[in-house]
């Protein structure tokens, strides 16, 4: 069973840093994309930044220059680095990945449980 494990919430004050990862654990042939995404409350979830297979990146525009995704191919795990918080950045923070679980198997995507980050000011 395939399982995306977070790590590395928590409370921050304005302008500090917290570095989130997420482990996939089980039966895992390949990683394709990972993905952080956030949920704040009484707004939709919205895409926080995604790494590729090959490194590739992408960011919202209100992250850019102060998140950093990265990846570790040989332990399916992705990590967020989050630099000079700000309270809007408070938010239910999800992990995402597309998997393929077998050699012959097709892509699957999973959620982690979600790691709360809370931003004060």
């Known amino acids: 069973q395939v399982q995306l494990v977070e790590s590395g919430g928590g409370l921050v004050q304005a302008g500090g840093s917290l570095r989130l990862s997420c482990a996939a654990s089980?039966?895992?042939?390949?990683?394709?994309?990972m993905s952080w995404f956030r949920q704040a409350p009484g707004k939709s979830r919205e895409l926080v930044a995604g790494i590729s297979s090959g490194g590739s990146t992408n960011y919202a525009d209100s992250v850019k220059g102060r998140f950093t995704i990265s990846r570790d191919n040989a332990k399916n795990t992705v990590y967020l680095q989050m630099n000079s918080l700000k309270p809007e950045d408070t938010a239910v923070y999800y992990c995402h990945a597309v998997l393929r679980v077998g050699v012959l198997s097709g892509l699957s995507v999973y959620w982690g449980q979600g790691t709360q980050v809370t931003v004060s000011s």
């Open positions: 089980g039966s895992i042939f390949s990683a394709n994309a």
